[in-house]
């Protein structure tokens, strides 16, 4: 029974720890890394109190060196699956119904292990797993989650404080009642933050989750899983599990239980899952809630009063970091004539000074892409912009799958805005760029607009305030996250909440209370004082 009204710890964003050479987080995390490296783990089902080994297993290396296994993890079958369904709502009768300040201090306890106990580990395990350099590690897989966990907090308390109008003769109320079965969240491999917060988030609220990380990031997933039950989260309302994608999804969307997908993965998957919600509608006990952020083709165009060297830079990092694998890097890119030998040449200078190779050693900036399928992928656009009339590689275009999955830092000139790898996501180290006429600007902000199907993130750099404000108008639903001045990747918690529209997703931001509100289920009740007695109404005389 609620004894008073609760103040939950102010929010705010962990510091990203430098990891200079020398520095104690450094070692722990070097240390950590070597350890884990140089071990094998199995990662079982967690479903309910069990963790199950199912004997089906899959190996897990790290893409920058596949031939290394740290381990395995079991996959479940259908019966499995629907076994997880059971359990999850078994465990949402006392879960939806725990007093919201416990559920709190649970994910809040989470923050505080991974900013403590937990932080090299969760960092090791995402460079390991996802070839992550310990810069990206940190900012993702421990700062931004730890953010997720303490702002989700906060926000939940902001909406449960939004109350409606009462009077002398009545008490109106509203309750944020979790959603009425179970959330599906599907997480993908680029960001160990996401694999944390879709679940979490879901369960923050009073749901009951059934988690399917993307299977190039179980290893580190293992690892939130841990956090979560040391934390204190009760038995069945996270649950995570691995086996054929389709065949999971199937059998949890057949559920007349589904309530809710979270999702964020590729544009094709999530509409093959809105289709398959449209065909099952008529199953459901309540209208699921479909949340998803999907593809990317994300921009930087440059105004030719820009600063060249802020645009390299944006440049460098926006498409670089992570091998262009985030999915708010830059991938597309609009430079003035009068700029771009100077943006070229700043270009070439950053990339040739860009070491590439394991995580381990953090002189790297470049390590490798995540899996075979998307080197193979990368290389066909790589050699194809080689023979097409209309685009040139003009820096990098090498790569090498012998021991990793390494693709250099690549930049592509196209003398078409319409060439394919400036519509088509690639998600990797490769960025193309156009060249337009200094006098072209409001042309090419409609280019801009109009050339993809996607609006997550884009950037415009200028030092012209009119300028500024006629792209930030012009490119109004191009992007759900716009930068000025900035590189179009790097949302913060709390700062920029994050998501996209057009093909990008159903932009329901996560990192905000708009996102947590999507997770509850509103109910108003309207309290009278005085009853009447009579139903005769004045008018009546």
Request: hydrophobic fraction near 40%.
């Amino acid at each position: 029974m609620l004894k008073g009204f609760f103040n939950v710890p102010k929010a705010v964003n962990e510091p990203v720890k430098s990891y200079a050479p020398g520095s104690p987080e450094r070692e722990a995390v070097a240390a950590t890394y070597k350890q884990m490296w140089n071990s094998q783990i199995e990662v079982p089902l967690y479903i309910g109190n069990e963790e199950i080994k199912t004997g089906d297993t899959k190996k897990m290396s790290a893409p920058h060196d596949h031939q290394h296994v740290v381990g395995v993890y079991h996959q479940a079958d259908q019966k499995l699956i629907q076994k997880t369904i059971d359990t999850a709502l078994e465990a949402r009768k006392k879960w939806a119904a725990l007093s919201w300040e416990n559920r709190a201090a649970i994910f809040l306890k989470a923050a505080e292990l991974l900013a403590g106990p937990y932080r090299a580990k969760i960092n090791a395990a995402t460079m390991i797993a996802q070839s992550k350099t310990i810069h990206q590690a940190e900012i993702d897989s421990a700062c931004e989650l730890i953010d997720f966990l303490r702002y989700n907090v906060e926000f939940m308390t902001q909406i449960y404080a939004d109350q409606p109008k009462s009077d002398s003769s009545m008490w109106n109320r509203v309750e944020y009642r979790p959603l009425e079965g179970f959330v599906y969240a599907i997480t993908p491999f680029n960001f160990t933050a996401i694999s944390g917060n879709l679940p979490s988030s879901a369960a923050l609220m009073g749901n009951v989750v059934i988690w399917k990380p993307a299977a190039t990031q179980v290893y580190s997933a293992n690892v939130i899983m841990q956090v979560f039950k040391e934390a204190g989260l009760p038995d069945g309302v996270i649950n995570m599990v691995m086996g054929d994608s389709g065949m999971v999804t199937e059998t949890l969307l057949a559920s007349p239980d589904f309530a809710g997908v979270h999702f964020t993965g590729s544009t094709g998957v999530f509409n093959d899952i809105w289709a398959k919600i449209g065909t099952n509608i008529s199953k459901y006990k309540t209208y699921p809630r479909i949340v998803g952020e999907t593809g990317g083709k994300d921009f930087i165009i440059a105004h030719p009063s820009a600063n060249p060297f802020q645009v390299a830079t944006g440049i460098s990092r926006g498409a670089f970091e992570f091998q262009g694998q985030k999915c708010s890097a830059a991938s597309r890119v609009y430079v003035p004539q009068s700029l771009w030998p100077t943006v070229k040449s700043q270009l070439e200078a950053d990339l040739a000074s860009m070491k590439m190779g394991s995580p381990e050693d953090m002189s790297n900036f470049i390590t490798a892409v995540i899996s075979e399928s998307s080197f193979d992928k990368l290389a066909r656009y790589i050699d194809q912009a080689k023979q097409d009339a209309d685009a040139e590689v003009i820096i990098g275009g090498k790569y090498d799958k012998s021991k990793g999955y390494f693709i250099e830092p690549t930049v592509i000139l196209t003398t078409n805005p319409k060439y394919t790898t400036m519509e088509t996501e690639l998600f990797g180290p490769v960025v193309t760029v156009y060249v337009y006429e200094d006098a072209k600007w409001t042309e090419t902000l409609q280019l801009v607009d109009s050339t993809s199907e996607y609006a997550l993130t884009g950037a415009v750099f200028s030092q012209d305030r009119y300028a500024i404000e006629e792209a930030t108008v012009a490119l109004q639903n191009a992007a759900g996250n716009f930068y000025i001045n900035d590189k179009p990747t790097g949302a913060v918690v709390g700062m920029q909440p994050f998501g996209g529209a057009r093909g990008s997703g159903t932009n329901d931001k996560a990192g905000s209370a708009q996102n947590l509100l999507r997770w509850a289920s509103v109910r108003t009740i309207k309290e009278t004082f005085v009853t009447p007695t009579d139903y005769r109404y004045p008018f009546l005389g």
